[in-house]
Nanobody
Framework: QVRLVESGGGLVQAGESLRLSCAVS????????WAWYRQTPGKQRELIASITSSGITTYDDSVKGRFIISRDNVRTFVRLQMNSLKPEDTARYYC????????WGRGTQVTVSS
């Protein structure tokens, strides 16, 4: 059973950076495509970045050019480097499979003040 543990969130000012990490266990990490999602209260969870097993990345327009997703197949981590943060990036961030996400972790809260 997959276990996902997100970390690295916090309170920052607009323009600053954060790096989120997601520790993955219980699954053959290398074979899967992974993604970062975020959710704000009252809204649906949205996909913002993904990376395939071969390292191809895709980004939502809202984060393109500012966020970078990466994967560490040895230590089974997925990371999200977030630069030039904006108040509208404030959300709870989760990692999961790109295809058929399941077993959601607790996420990590990112709050960006203006």
């Amino acid at each position: 059973q997959v276990r996902l543990v997100e970390s690295g969130g916090g309170l920052v000012q607009a323009g600053e950076s954060l790096r989120l990490s997601c520790a993955v266990s219980g699954i053959n990490f290398k074979l899967a495509a992974w993604a970062w999602y975020r959710q704000t209260p009252g809204k649906q969870r949205e996909l913002i970045a993904s990376i395939t097993s071969s390292g191809i990345t895709t980004y939502d327009d809202s984060v393109k050019g500012r966020f970078i997703i990466s994967r560490d197949n040895v230590r089974t981590f997925v990371r999200l480097q977030m630069n030039s943060l904006k108040p509208e990036d404030t959300a709870r961030y989760y990692c999961n499979f790109l295809n058929q996400p399941q077993g959601w972790g607790r996420g990590t809260q990112v709050t960006v003040s203006s």
